[in-house]
């Protein structure tokens, strides 16, 4: 048993009774260099997308990485110039050079990381989703709450300019009152991801989820989001039993409704409407990997001309990510602010997930 290992167990056996840690983070501009410290944990391709990020903005470095492969360990140091790299993640929890942990292992192993790191007051982006049980959501959030330390799940898209555009379209009354969504993400990559991670539906249907959710709680309120009904079905996997197609509906008590379906068993294909009285907002590029450059959203009211809404950027949503996180430890805080996933809303994103896979396993 690794070092690291006996620190997640030691977590997950005290974490009921243990007294609650005080951990304040200062601010990442009192280190020497005046950048941000990234540990990684993770050597999957989605690092490598991080990395590639935080080497895009002058306010952090990565100085070091752990996986469990030695060689794809070193590939990363000679590919990423990073200093430092080891097999125990607990060496970069317990890293006094480490001010913030990047999580990008598969989703069931998120939480007890998080845990871990928060006990270690670390600050922590990890990768969506948030976890795979709602038990062991609650468990992380918990403890960054007792803990006080900076956490944000890894929704990216959020953090990209396009949802600032977004948050003016849905407030500025074009719109009239709310009453449909629309999403759909599909992607053939089952075969790439681990199968501990719970499948189509955290692999990629928490994009049109937590879109979702962001869309009901801007235009109904905070409340609305929790106020509904669901139906769900799905197709299970062969291979491992989870669930690989998955579709749902939704009828909110405002009586707004919903459908969302996700796959990542075949596919490349992405679509997010948003439809009101008075027409419909609709996404013409990918609204969940905002790139560098042109993104589109169109707005084609039921009477008048369509109009092309165009938002240009010379950064793609990883790097606003990145940015984020520097802002909110800059300013002190232990949560991020909207449009990112604050700790509730990444809860209220868990709990339709989750519901709607025991929907799928069980039609």
Known sequence: MTNGERLLGQVRNNFCTASPARWFYTSPMSNTEDRLRWGILGTGFISHTIIDAIATSD??????????????????????????????????????????????LPNHAHHELAIAASFA????????????????????????????????????????????????????????????????YAANIAHLVNPHGGGSIYNLGCYPVSLLHYVVQTMCGEAAFSARRMS???????????????????????????SVHSTDSYGMEHEFAITGT???????????????????????????????????????????????????????????VRPSPRWQDSLEIMSMLTEWERLCLTS
């Open 278 to 336: 008075n027409g419909t907002l609709r996404f013409v590029t990918n609204p969940w990997l905002p790139v560098a450059g042109a993104n589109l959203i169109e707005w084609t009211p039921f009477s008048g001309q369509p109009e092309t809404i165009v938002v240009e950027d010379s950064h793609d949503a990883f790097h606003h990510q990145i940015k984020m996180v520097e802002r909110s430890l800059t300013d002190g805080l232990i949560e991020v």
């Open 232 to 258: 769900g079905v799905g197709n299970r996997s062969m291979q491992d039993g989870n669930v690989v197609d998955a579709a749902m509906s939704v009828r909110f008590d405002n009586g707004v409704l919903a």
């Open 59 to 104: 306010g952090s470095v990565v100085t070091t990485i752990a996986g469990r492969n030695p060689d794809r360990l070193a590939d990363f140091r000679r590919q990423h110039h990073i200093s430092a790299s080891t097999t125990d993640f607990d060496e970069v929890l317990g890293d006094p050079d480490v001010d913030v942990v990047y999580i990008g």
């Open 121 to 184: 007051g670390k600050a922590v982006l990890s990768e969506k989703s948030l976890t795979t049980t709602m038990a062991t959501a609650h468990q992380l959030i918990d403890a960054v709450r007792r803990n006080e330390t900076f956490f944000v799940e890894g929704l990216m898209y959020l953090a990209h300019p396009l949802y600032r555009t977004l948050n003016l379209l849905l407030a500025d009354g074009r719109l009239g009152e709310l009453r449909s969504i629309r999403g759909s």
